[in-house]
């Protein structure tokens, strides 16, 4: 028995629909995973998020490392009575915020001290710290700690990054004392393919119960994102779940998912939610456009979320430009509800053997081609 | 046919409940309205306003009038429609905003000019323009201008204030040309006995469909204004629905209802919600206290309300700590159904001929005691 499974029902080209099976309930994919960064949606209650669609969410473990800390999370219950959540979570392993947020960081071969954004507390990161913290916080799929310095186009530092990743992949895995918590092993590397390929024959290697592809949408070029996808994707194991972390547009994502990834996380839809920045599906529109001040319609006419079926941009735009609160809740409902139809869409057509057809529709709407 | 009625169908003391008719349904009294200002209740959606029993919710002219500007909502079809709030909407005149919001006003007999605070404009607000703000956005309930000037213990202005207000009653009854919309009066006379009679006289004389007591709460002494409310609140006409504006605290709305008001609007429940101040049987706690930081039970045991039922105080606290957009929204949703319970309670005891031991046992539990 391993802590998760992924069952593939259907492949059409080299994207692929299943099921993924974790302790907390079983996901159709390809899936996407809303994030609650400090252990909530923001905006919104757990019951909302699993109404849009969402079977598995996304947590920060830097964040909630950081306030209000593993060990209260877990005095409280754990992550998942905590936040009322009850379906499956997965943890990140902290290292992108340390390397993001936090302050006068210093990386070694074994971890990474910092001083946090919040409190300036001293702190260290170690891959035995992060499995520690994401079990204490009770996470269902916990990733790895990886190096995630390198700038993806400087060969030298992406290397020596992925370097150690690799050397910390078995920490990784000895520091799991729950054996029902699945463990993510991340591929890095840059944009270079040696590097991608020895990142990824060194992942594949140990019994990660699923591989994720990081360092992705990290500074580097569309094209240059798109083609380490493209190229790494379909190379993933088959036989078990492949994450693509933290991407990414609606376009992006359809690409991805013909690459064959199954899951999915980004905070584009709940952050730009909150800024009036909306999805549709002819592409994102900002709700402050003074164009929407007396527009009757909905948000996208294609669109059947509650919001859409309820109220017009007319209303939107005006609790965006009266900074109500209700306008960030409603443009996070409707984002998320986007990215979900477009996996319930990937899904469906994947299994019709439609898949092709559906991304070609999909990006033209948006005025996109179809990749390779 | 007169636009709204009131139908007493039980006494208890001076306290009173029954139903008032509108043209969009049915309100069973005493009935608290909680404050949509910009046409929302900040952070809610409209089934949820509803679905924590709130019947009428109000929204203020003052607001919506200088955004989005009345003439917006009425080409959207009009506040119902623009808000997706279906039921009973009462607005205020804008004259208590202009007084507290506004700059540079001078008023005089005929209104009052002032620069909104939203983009500086030069605007002038009468007795016949609030009438016609308040029919453009489609009230049910509109509220007669009023002059809110007097500061209540200064004998001179609260004279000059009442006065005012007297003059503009006939010019608000003339104004309204939508005859399916009720218009209250407002009584003035700060905390002379003198002022509020001759107030209440020449506002019963007119044919309002609704007598509310202003000028409370507005700086007097808390002895004070329980003194204005209780001594007149059961001299307002009995057949015609009672309105307190913008009171007030729980332990104060008791007190009112004890008086024989009918309807109430504060924004003490939504606006606490948002600052971590939270309502319960014992009175207002700050959820931001170190106390609560791992405190599994609820706000309140006694509360049955959706938070409580599901969310423990460390959460809620860790929410607001990280200062998470669901804070505030679970903060309105507990204090909002606190308000609305209060008033199930309040209908129930007086059908039952126990109001008034409801009442004790309520300011038992805030350690108050029951006023004469």
């Known amino acids: 028995m391993t802590p998760v499974s992924i069952e593939i029902s259907a492949q059409d080209g080299k994207a692929r629909t299943g099921v993924l099976h974790t302790r907390r ?16 949606v923001k905006g ?10 969402a079977r598995i969410i996304l947590a920060n473990t830097y964040h909630l490392h950081v306030r209000p800390g593993e060990e209260l999370v877990r005095e409280m219950g754990g992550i998942h009575a905590f936040s009322g959540w009850s379906g499956p979570i997965l943890t990140d392993s902290g290292g992108y915020q340390v390397f993001s947020l936090a302050e006068l960081r210093t990386i070694d071969d074994d971890g990474v001290t910092f001083r946090d954004h919040i409190e300036g507390s001293r702190r260290r ?3 035995e710290a992060s499995i520690g913290i994401q079990e204490t916080l009770g996470s269902d ?3 790895a700690l990886d190096d995630c310095t390198g700038a993806p186009g400087d060969e030298t530092l992406a290397a020596q990054a992925m370097q150690r990743t690799k050397a910390w ?7 799991r004392k729950d054996q029902g918590a699945a463990l993510f092993g991340i591929v890095q590397g840059g944009l270079f393919d040696d590097l991608r390929e020895e990142s990824l024959e060194a992942t594949r290697a140990h019994p990660f119960d699923g591989i994720a592809l990081g360092g992705v949408s990290v500074g580097e070029k569309r094209e240059e994102m798109r083609r380490i996808i493209t190229t790494w994707g379909p190379r993933l194991p088959w036989e078990r779940p492949r994450y693509l972390m933290g991407i990414g547009k609606p376009e992006d994502l359809i690409e991805s998912i013909a690459a064959g990834f199954d899951i999915f996380d980004c905070v584009l839809p709940t952050r730009h939610g909150r800024t009036a920045q909306l999805f549709t599906s002819r592409g994102m529109i900002n709700m402050r456009n003074a164009v929407y001040r007396d527009r009757k319609g909905p948000i996208d006419e294609r ?9 017009s941009c007319a209303y939107l735009r005006h609790l965006y430009q009266s900074k109500e609160m209700l306008g960030p809740r409603l443009g996070t409902i409707h984002n998320l509800w986007f990215y979900l139809e477009l996996m319930r869409g990937a899904r469906e057509a994947i299994r019709r053997g439609s898949f092709a057809s559906y991304r070609q529709a999909f990006l033209q709407r948006l005025g996109e081609e179809a990749g390779a």
């Open 25 to 40: 309930g079983s996901i159709e994919t390809p899936a996407f995973m809303p994030v609650g960064t400090a252990g909530s």
């Open 141 to 143: 799929i916990m990733m």
């Open 303 to 311: 669109c059947a979320c509650p919001v859409c079926r309820k109220f």
């Open 125 to 127: 990161l170690t891959p």
């Open 44 to 53: 919104m209650l757990p019951e909302e998020v699993a109404g849009l669609g």
């Open 169 to 175: 992949l078995p920490r990784n895995l000895a520091a």
